[in-house]
Structure formats: C-alpha cells, structure tokens
C-alpha cells in the first residue's frame, strides 16, 4: 500500500443524549444514507473518514458514544483526546436540549476552553413536532461561545456543513498533530459506502 | 465443494486480479458478499468461507447433541446436576470412590460445556447449572407475573429509556424485531428494572435479554437467566449508574493483556490504544453485539457453569487471534477495525475458544478477584474526583 506524507488527524467526539441522533449524523455523513434500524451504540464506537477540502485533506476520527447517563463516566478519556466535541440534541426533544449544558460542561471539564464545541439541533425534519426554536439554539450557543447548527439526518440536511464548519475551524496545517505515517486506505468505509472518495484514497499515493 | 488446491488457485486468480488487495484469504474473498440466516435467525453478511465455516458448525453441533444424549440415556436426564452418579467410563466394577466419579464427572462436564451444548438443550442446561433455577425456587411460583402485574402501566426513566432501545435491539431479527418480540423484551427488562432499581436499566442490557429470550424461549427463564446473569454471575455493579464495575473489569483486563500478551500490550500503549475502546461492548454485551450468535452462545456456555473470569480469556484470545496483525499498525482506527472484522467473522466457535483456554492458560478466581479489589479502590478515588469536578464547575 501507498505511503503518503502525514495527513492532519484531528478527533471529534459525539456527545448528547439518547436518541437524539449521534450515529445518524455520523452514518450520513460517511455513507451518505438513513437507516431506522440503527443498532443502539455501547460504550463508544470508532469511525474515520478522510475529508478533502479546497486547500487540504484533513482526516476525521470519529468517536461515537453512548447516550445514557450513566455512560458518562466512561467519557472523559475520549473527550481529553478530542480537539472537537459535537453536542447534539433533539428540536422535537426539550429535555435533550437542556441536557446540552451538562455536555458542555463535562467537555470544559476535561479540555477546558482549549476545544472546539459545535451545537447541533439534530431532526428538523419532524417540523409537527418541534420543541426547541433555532432562535433558543442559537442563543444558548452563543451564552456559551460555542458554534451552533441545526440538521437532519434524516433528510441529509445541513450534515456537510456541519462537517465544512468543523474542518474550517480546526488548526491550519501547519500544526500538525500527527507525527505519524499513515496509509491512505480507509478500512473503515464499508461497501455501499462513498464510493467515489473510496476510489480516490485507494488510487491517491502521492509522496509529498 | 472445493479442495485446497482449488481454493488456493482462486485466491491466486483474485491476487492477479485485485493486486491492491493483498491480505490474507479471507480478506481477498471479502469481495464476495452474501447474506444468510444464522443458527438462531439472524441475517449475516460473509463471503463463502463464512458460509462453509457456518456449515461446519452446524455438523459439530449435531454431533454435540448426539454426545449430549448418549449422556443422558445412560447416566440419567440431569445427570450434570448429579456430580456423584459414577461415571460410566470407569464400568460398573469401578464405583468403589464416589468422591473420585464425582471428580470425573465435573472434568467431564467441563470439558464437554467447554465444546458446547447442544442449542436444545441449552434452556435446561443454563437454568439449572448458572443457579436460576434454585434462585427461581427461593420466591413463591407467581412472582414473575406479580411482578409484571405490579408495574404495569408504570413510567420510569428506565421504561422510557428501555422504550427508546427496543427497536434498536438487533433490528430485522425475524422475531425480536416483531410487535411480539418487543413487547416479550420489554416485559423481561422492565420487571428487572423493578426488581433491582440500583441497575434499573443499562443499556447493553438489552442484546444479553434479547439473546437470552431467544434461547431460554420463554419469557419467565430469560428473566431468571438475567437475574442470575447479574445478581451471581458478573461482578457487583456492571450495570449500575457509574458502571463502576465495568470500570473495574477494563482496568483488571489491561493487566491481564500485559501479563498474558505483552507485545500487543506495549504496542497498544505506544499508540495511545486503550483497551476499553473495544472492550467496554464486549463486556457489557457479553459480546452479543460483536460475535455471531453462535459463538456468543458458546462463551455464554462457558460463562454461566465457570463464571465471569470466561470473559476476560475471550477477551484476551480475540487478541491474542490477531496478534501479527496488530503488532503492525500504526493507529487506533485500524486496531479497532482489524478487532470488529475479526469478532463479526468469528464464525467457529471451536476456533476462539480453543485459543481462549489453551493458549491463554489458566486463570484463577482468586488471583482476579484479588486484581478487582485492588482496582476498586482506584476506580472508586477516581469517579469521585470527577463528580468533585463537575460539581465545583455547577457552582460557579
């Protein structure tokens, strides 16, 4: 296999309660797909995608997690790990929305302020049953300095920009945090995954 | 179907062909994907070694069932319950020691959970030799239907949170995944959830009932299965609200790995691997989740008659399996990944477990429980320091 030079690597967490749609965005944005039938996550579960942005490639570590209360306490190591946190909550779940502050408090906890948190109003697609307005996202986002956007998984709303406005904010190139070699195969994509990137990581070996 | 040498030239073809993909085998035949139904109904994607392999298992465990049987007919039905029956091996002018045909027949009995029970028998095998039976013969005969009756129509955060996973519980499985199987499910976790409030519900909690329904095949058994599964079997507070136990089982695991498979340990370690990334499902789901029914079933074989020790050599042989793959990574995600592909096709049992207790070799009891008591101490300093900071936090 193709070595390349290091690529960035960079680590994002999925925080925020149960239900509310952590391996949804997560499933979306790496397949491009929906399933109603996902598996209930369990402790935590790992997925990478290599991203291609203008002016360079960045390597994404996603870091699923658990949604219930009591898993929590097995977070703290991912999230001390974590250059990026993602809290997601439900529009058509308010409970889910309070909750957010607990999350971002346990991420200050941990990393203080020297992480980047996005806000995520996940299911706009269930407009009947909207409990939570984009105005109060914003706003709590702002309260606590942190980035916000709504989406749908569901319907493939807003996920890449989710995903672009992550990888914007992320260090630039110059602060590598991989020191490491890596090869440019992706295990982790299944078939029926991004076909067309898939290609591109197995072809792609420059050596620069 | 094929030979081999025909198996071989086939790989050969597709080396030729697929240049890019040079693994082994089985990673080169990957690319022929079907699904099929399991053992226990669930549809499974593998290639054609799976396929075969899937085969070959169902022949062992025919040829179990009739070792099974044979047992029966001669020694008497529960004869496993009934260490002192003499052994027929020894012949009938041997019985002088009752002690010693005891012994023999708890070496037979080991040994022959360790090789399976046949899927028929598995409902009475469990029940009586993890303990359900005589915790179910403590209560009065209606007590799980009291029980349900009891909290009927009752909404906890642990109903809601159990409503949220029964959908999520091996979704497209020909009966969980029915009004029927949700609504059996639902009963089981729910009465539990009633019956020791301090676990309530934990999520994980729902593949072990699911699995243990589909065997023990009434409602009732799996109940008790679950009760005995978590009040004797597993170590004290796996499941309850800061999974302290569970936290001290990944902890006496990472030992373990070191004592018992010290390059992978150190190379983990180099790359910042910690073993709880992959081990905290295994140990929570009691591996449901990530191995075919099946081979879970023969780990649950194992687990219920020696104890949870059982998990940590399934744990360790899964990587000890793969440990010239592993020792040539560079990063997490593709520990990770060797691990889940190596667990999803783990199709013969016979395969892990002989690794499991063979090669990793012999673990007391005793010298784990001394390890979790050390940990617990540990575990204990640390889940308070994090509640102590979290707090001050809330108050500023």
Redesign the interface.
Known sequence: ?AKVSPLAKYKLVFLGD??VGKTSIITRFMYDKFD?????T???D?L?KTMYLEDRTVRL?LWDT?G????R??I??YIR?SSVAVIAYDVANRQSFLNTSKWV??V??ERGSDVIIVLVGNKTDLVDKRQVSIEEGDNKAREFGIMFIETSAKAGFNIKPLFRKIAAALPGMETLSST????M?D??LK?GGNSSQNTEQ?GGGCAC | MFGPQSKRDIALEWQAQFPMLRQSIHARRANLVVKFQDLYGFTVEGNVDDVNVLNEVREKVRQQGRVWWALEASKGANWYLKPQVPSISEGIGLKSSLKFSGFVNAITLKKLIRKGIPPVLRPKVWFSLSGAAKKKSTVPESYYNDLLKAVEGMDTPATRQIDHDLPRTFPGHPWLDTVEGHAALRRVLVAYSFRDSDVGYCQGLNYVAALLLLVMKTEEDAFWMLAVLLENVLVNDCYTNNLSGCHVEQRVFKDLLAKKCPRIASHLEALGFNVSLVATEWFLCLFSKSLPSETTLRVWDVLFYEGAKVLFHVALAIFKMNENELLLTHQVGDIISILQRTTHHLFDPDELLTVAFDEIGFMTTNTISKQRKKQETEVMKELDLRLRRLNSLNEK
């Not at chain 1, 109603?36 to 209930?40: D, G, H, I, N, P």
């Not at chain 1, 219930?68 to 898993?71: A, H, L, M, S, V």
């Open positions: 296999m149960q239900s109603t039938t996902y598996q209930a369990i402790g935590i790992f990478s570590q658990a219930q209360e009591r898993f306490s097995l703290p190591s790990d408090e346990e200050r906890t490491k070699q890596e090869d195969v295990v982790n078939s197995q």
